[in-house]
């Protein structure tokens, strides 16, 4: 079935949280409602990126298995989709604001300036995801994609930091299964390398 799946019922998929944020904003008369609609943009474009993370180790995992090999071939969509709710959350929180001023006196805290790297990491990531980049680029492109583990890092950091860390323990939840499973894969691929060398 998930092979089955056409692009464009997967874009639509994941842009079904978007329209009901946005609705949302448009339509709410709460005069915080810019402010509630951070934590969910938020969120939404953590679970994309951590979806398109666990392509690679599901696939040691789960060997034969189709939902890893479909995942490993549309993680840029999953991708894509968490910048684009990086923005809505980067410009919710701008709105938010509404100065720049504050804006600029706010990026020394902690979990302030770790959720701008990790926006400005997405940036060239999400520009960079179109077939012609991945042509052109060549090997250049996968490089520039492990750029991805620094932004994730920088998000669990972020996320984990909100409110004095209270918001350790539902980042935890999120990012636990792709730091148990890429901690599995970096000891899978070391113990092959060791193998080989004794080989």
Do not use: C
Not at 57 to 81: I, T
Not at 90 to 110: A, C, H, K, Q, S
Not at 137 to 161: F, P
């Amino acid at each position: 079935m998930l092979s089955r799946l056409s692009p464009y019922w997967l874009w639509l998929l994941l842009s079904l949280p978007a329209i009901g944020i946005l609705n949302a904003a448009f339509t709410s008369s709460d005069p915080r409602i810019l402010h509630e609609l951070l934590h969910p943009t938020g969120e939404f474009s953590a679970r994309f990126m951590i979806i398109a993370m666990l392509a690679s180790p599901l696939m040691l995992v789960l060997k034969g298995w189709r939902g890893p090999r479909w995942l490993r071939k549309n993680r840029r969509y999953f991708g894509v989709a968490a910048f684009g709710y990086a923005l809505l959350h980067t410009i919710f929180y701008l709105l938010d604001l509404n100065d720049l001023g504050r804006v600029i006196n706010e990026i020394p805290r902690f979990y302030i300036w770790t959720g701008w790297v990790a926006f400005l990491i997405f940036v060239p990531l999400a520009v960079t995801s179109h077939d012609y980049f991945v042509r052109k680029m060549g090997r250049d492109w996968k490089t520039l994609q492990r750029a991805t583990y620094g932004a994730a890092v920088l998000t669990l950091l972020h996320w984990a930091a909100l409110h004095e860390w209270g918001g350790i323990g539902p980042a935890l939840v999120h990012f636990g299964p792709l730091i148990v499973l890429e901690t599995y894969r970096a000891y899978y691929w070391t113990q092959r390398r060791m193998r080989s060398a004794r080989a």
